[in-house]
Nanobody, 128 residues
């Protein structure tokens, strides 16, 4: 069974950095798009950064370009997906979710929030 478990959220000051981790287990990441979404209070969930193995593409939301990066470590059916966040702003506050969808591009997954598997979410609060 494919499972996503996030960790690493917390409180950080504006301008600071934070790294989120997503333990992906139970399946290889081949033919998957995997990425990070967030939901701020009172707002809809949005795609932040997604990557797809099929076309080796990466999608960044405009609001995080130049500040957030994604990386993957591990092999076979045990992998960790990292979201490195820097120059954080109060508007980056929200619950961050790791997500994955088979047979889809990074852009489609992130832009349309077309997700097959969700993690449980981790809270990120940017405040002084």
């Amino acid at each position: 069974q494919f499972e996503l478990v996030e960790s690493g959220g917390g409180l950080v000051q504006p301008g600071g950095s934070l790294r989120l981790s997503c333990e992906a287990s139970g399946s290889t990441l081949d033919y998957l798009a995997i990425g990070w979404f967030r939901q701020a209070p009172g707002k809809e969930r949005e795609g932040v950064l997604c990557i797809s193995s099929g076309d080796e593409s990466t999608y960044y939301a405009d609001s995080v370009k130049g500040r957030f990066t994604i990386s993957i470590s591990g092999d076979n059916t045990e992998n960790t997906v990292y979201l490195q966040m820097s120059s954080l702003k109060p508007e980056d506050t929200g619950v961050y979710y790791c997500a994955a969808t088979p047979m889809i591009t990074a852009q489609r997954m992130c832009a349309t929030v077309l997700v097959g598997y969700w993690g449980q979410g981790t809270q990120v609060t940017v405040a002084s």
